[in-house]
């Protein structure tokens, strides 16, 4: 396909996008989820999507991801580019996992449709998810707007070689993908399959059950591929149970936004900032706190006996502190005044992203590449293994370096979205629990999605 003409049905449909956002979203019936848009027709939904609920979040993939390098430009920087990942997947088989999206968009679809990709769809909705795959301006989009580009989207999608669709063809492939049970035909403004998957929908485990919390804990995150993520993830889940949290940090994070904390404190005098923590407390139930900026916007710095001090003195259910930075790549070694952990902690959870399985081990994968290779006996340049990280995570010098003694370990293995993450990832966490007693589990995310949790691999009895 002319990823020029492509470029081209897209602009035209700029103004068309808002109006299939609100029929996507009005016929999937609910206010958040995962979503997966598919094609290259993909991004105009989304965008509609995400300007105006903030529930949602969204995996754009097309089997050339390059086509959208355009939006990459458009929402880097901005709110959305928090909410939407771009990635490459066939349409058949499909990369993900199952049961990982709840809705699922295919707008264009029929230049590709057929009964294979159908099952895919299906494969990687969660039970009581939507799928709507089609094509058309949708029954809501007002008929001036469908009239200015008619005709130039007819040529241009003659242009492309779209094919004739009738329904008599959309019901053949339906059948042969045997999904009658679940299909639903709409022609409202187009020709759409809309898919509803059956089963009762399955609960998924919160972070805070899969890291078994008990009260008043002190959680460091040490590691790389996803720590200040978890830190405001798990936040916001103990803050909506009605629990009081502070997060923090003895290094430096980007400062918040209002979307990841309700409340932050920046103050190096001690009494000052115990005095603002304990309100913040009050009227927000979570706060974050830092001692002082730093340039490129960020925060931090923070000692790690005033955390303790915290631990003690103030009425808070929960501590997360971010002990040490990776540069926001995937695999790390700590330096040697890392990771600076508070003596109170009671939960340390070293984390690394499956994102850096297969590649080699170099500066754009790793932060300190030279004493990963130090501390796993590999050579610079050879392939990131399941024993490599697995090392590395549970190395005295490694992610656990300095843990108090008595506390919990956890391991967190994050980016695990597709199908192959997920088999890397389950030798890592075997891997980690053959290797250290100590350890009874290791939890397997995706923590940019709203159901971060993939699994959890446990010691078998």
């Given at each position: 396909?002319?990823?020029?003409?492509?470029?081209?049905?897209?602009?035209?449909?700029?103004?068309?996008?808002p109006?299939?956002?609100r029929?996507v979203?009005?016929t999937?019936?609910?206010?958040?989820?995962?979503?997966?848009?598919?094609?290259?027709?993909?991004?105009g939904?989304?965008?509609?999507?995400?300007?105006?609920?903030?529930?949602f979040?969204?995996?754009?993939?097309?089997t050339?991801?390059?086509?959208?390098?355009?939006?990459?430009?458009?929402?880097?920087?901005?709110?959305?580019?928090?909410?939407?990942?771009?990635t490459?997947?066939?349409?058949?088989?499909?990369?993900f996992?199952d049961?990982?999206?709840d809705?699922?968009?295919?707008?264009?679809?029929?230049?590709?449709?057929n009964?294979?990709?159908?099952?895919?769809?299906?494969?990687?909705?969660?039970?009581?998810?939507?799928a709507?795959?089609?094509?058309?301006?949708?029954?809501?989009?007002?008929?001036?707007?469908?009239?200015?580009?008619?005709?130039?989207?007819?040529?241009l999608?003659?242009?492309?070689?779209?094919?004739?669709?009738?329904?008599?063809?959309?019901?053949?492939?339906?059948?042969?993908?045997?999904?009658?049970?679940?299909?639903?035909?709409?022609?409202?403004?187009?020709?759409?399959?809309?898919?509803?998957?059956?089963?009762?929908?399955?609960?998924?485990?919160?972070?805070?059950?899969?890291?078994?919390?008990?009260?008043?804990?002190v959680?460091a995150?040490?590691?790389?591929?996803?720590?200040?993520?978890?830190?405001?993830?798990?936040a916001?889940?103990?803050?909506?149970?009605?629990?009081?949290?502070?997060?923090?940090?003895?290094?430096?994070?980007?400062?918040?936004?209002?979307?990841?904390?309700?409340?932050?404190?920046?103050?190096?005098?001690?009494?000052?900032?115990?005095?603002?923590?304990?309100?913040?407390?009050?009227?927000?139930?979570?706060?974050?706190f830092?001692?002082?900026?730093?340039?490129?916007?960020?925060?931090?710095?923070?000692?790690?006996?005033?955390?303790?001090?915290?631990?003690?003195?103030?009425?808070?259910?929960?501590?997360?502190?971010?002990?040490?930075?990776?540069?926001?790549?995937?695999?790390?070694?700590?330096?040697?005044?890392?990771?600076?952990?508070?003596?109170?902690?009671t939960?340390?959870?070293?984390?690394?992203?499956?994102?850096a399985?297969?590649?080699?081990?170099?500066?754009?994968?790793?932060?300190?590449?030279?004493?990963?290779?130090?501390?796993?006996?590999?050579?610079l340049?050879?392939?990131?293994?399941?024993?490599l990280?697995?090392?590395?995570?549970?190395?005295?010098?490694?992610?656990?370096?300095?843990?108090?003694?008595?506390?919990?370990?956890?391991?967190?293995?994050?980016?695990?979205e597709?199908?192959?993450?997920?088999?890397g990832?389950?030798?890592?966490?075997?891997?980690?629990?053959?290797?250290?007693?100590?350890?009874?589990r290791?939890?397997?995310?995706?923590?940019?999605?709203?159901?971060?949790?993939?699994?959890?691999?446990e010691?078998?009895?």
């Amino acid at each position: 396909m002319d990823p020029n003409i492509i470029i081209k049905l897209n602009t035209l449909w700029e103004r068309i996008y808002p109006y299939l956002s609100r029929f996507v979203t009005d016929t999937y019936r609910k206010q958040g989820g995962d979503v997966l848009e598919l094609g290259p027709f993909a991004g105009g939904i989304a965008q509609g999507i995400l300007s105006s609920a903030t529930e949602f979040r969204i995996v754009i993939a097309d089997t050339s991801p390059g086509i959208f390098d355009d939006l990459r430009k458009e929402i880097n920087e901005t709110p959305l580019a928090q909410r939407m990942i771009i990635t490459s997947s066939p349409f058949s088989p499909l990369v993900f996992s199952d049961q990982s999206f709840d809705l699922v968009i295919f707008r264009g679809a029929f230049f590709f449709l057929n009964p294979a990709i159908l099952q895919e769809i299906h494969r990687v909705l969660r039970p009581g998810g939507c799928a709507i795959v089609g094509g058309g301006y949708g029954p809501i989009t007002p008929q001036t707007l469908i009239d200015e580009i008619a005709e130039e989207s007819k040529q241009l999608n003659q242009l492309l070689g779209k094919p004739w669709m009738r329904q008599e063809d959309l019901r053949k492939i339906i059948q042969e993908a045997s999904l009658q049970a679940y299909a639903e035909v709409s022609t409202e403004g187009g020709l759409w399959v809309i898919l509803r998957k059956g089963g009762d929908k399955e609960k998924t485990p919160s972070l805070a059950d899969t890291l078994s919390l008990e009260s008043h804990e002190v959680i460091a995150l040490t590691g790389g591929g996803g720590k200040t993520t978890l830190m405001f993830a798990l936040a916001e889940e103990l803050r909506d149970k009605g629990l009081r949290v502070i997060t923090t940090t003895t290094t430096k994070i980007f400062e918040p936004t209002p979307d990841q904390t309700p409340f932050l404190i920046i103050e190096a005098d001690e009494g000052r900032a115990m005095t603002s923590i304990k309100e913040g407390l009050l009227h927000n139930g979570h706060v974050t706190f830092a001692a002082q900026r730093f340039p490129e916007g960020k925060i931090g710095g923070v000692d790690p006996q005033l955390i303790d001090k915290m631990a003690r003195e103030l009425s808070v259910d929960h501590i997360i502190v971010e002990a040490d930075g990776a540069k926001r790549l995937p695999i790390k070694a700590p330096g040697d005044q890392e990771p600076v952990i508070p003596t109170a902690t009671t939960l340390l959870i070293p984390i690394v992203g499956i994102d850096a399985l297969g590649k080699p081990l170099n500066g754009e994968q790793a932060f300190r590449p030279e004493r990963i290779a130090e501390l796993t006996e590999t050579q610079l340049g050879a392939p990131i293994t399941p024993q490599l990280i697995a090392t590395i995570m549970i190395h005295p010098q490694g992610l656990m370096k300095g843990t108090p003694s008595g506390a919990r370990i956890i391991p967190f293995i994050n980016k695990v979205e597709t199908k192959e993450d997920l088999a890397g990832a389950q030798e890592v966490g075997g891997e980690i629990l053959k290797k250290e007693q100590r350890i009874e589990r290791v939890v397997l995310s995706k923590l940019f999605f709203r159901h971060p949790v993939v699994e959890v691999v446990e010691r078998r009895s």
